[in-house]
């Protein structure tokens, strides 16, 4: 399977617990995104990289949370003294960015299954 | 997504067609697009519309744009109960890389 894996598929935790999810884009993809989606809601933004730099963080994204690529392939996201609030499915996503050079296309972000947190 | 809204459910029968509707807010959107999801499985691209554009059709499916109401449908025809899904209206902002998502609409689709 070449789509975008994230692991685990579920983590159940405490209050107060640290955790760690991985993402692992599609391989010849350059931009990895974080997503929260919460029960009912669509996905909201949390941040986005560009090879290992991260280029956007959305106000979502409290001190509390930490995401990074180091060697610009995979991602984690942590979460430290997690919250009740926390409890949400986490979402990544890859695309392509193509140089500035070309035209534009409409950027499809290839999203994995999730990793669904709960807090407890 | 405050900023993009839907409908939250659609019942239609198998063979008619559905139409879900979208509203967003920002005039600098340059794509829209229409994903779907079903239970375990990740979000699914299904179709986009550039903003300069009014309509776009692939196979079943039917973007309409009216950029003057900021408003965004998918008509899908022949609609089957493999359909049934949650579907998410999103758009992507000028100078932006991130999704802004609508809260979905359920679709069920009754045989």
């Known amino acids: 399977d070449t789509g975008v894996s994230q692991d685990p598929r579920h983590k159940i935790t405490k209050r107060g617990q640290n955790v760690t999810f991985r993402c692992d884009p599609i391989s010849e993809h350059n931009r990895l995104y974080w997503y929260r989606q919460t029960l009912g809601q669509g996905p909201e933004f949390l941040t986005y990289?560009?090879?290992?730099?991260?280029?956007?963080k959305s106000r979502l994204l409290s001190d509390r949370f930490s995401a990074e690529r180091p060697k610009g392939s995979f991602s984690t996201l942590e979460i430290q003294r997690t919250e009740q609030g926390d409890s949400a499915m986490y979402l990544c996503a890859s695309s392509l960015a193509l140089p500035e050079t070309l035209p534009q296309t409409y950027n499809e972000q290839f999203f994995g299954p999730g990793t669904r947190l709960t807090v407890l | 997504g405050e900023d993009v809204e839907q409908s939250l459910f659609l019942s239609v029968r198998e063979g008619d067609s559905s139409v879900i509707n979208c509203t967003y807010t920002d005039s600098s959107s340059t794509y829209l697009y229409w994903y779907k999801q079903e239970p375990g499985a990740g979000l699914q691209l299904l179709t986009y519309?550039?903003?300069?554009?009014d309509m776009k059709q692939d196979q079943r499916l039917t973007v309409l744009l009216n950029k003057k109401d900021k408003h965004l449908s998918l008509r899908i025809a022949d609609t089957q109960t493999g359909d049934s899904a949650i579907y998410f209206c999103a758009e992507r902002r000028t100078g932006r890389r991130a999704l802004t998502f609508g809260s979905g609409t359920r679709l069920q689709v009754q045989p």
């Open positions: 519309i550039f903003s300069n554009m």
């Open positions: 990289f560009q090879n290992e730099a991260q280029l956007e």
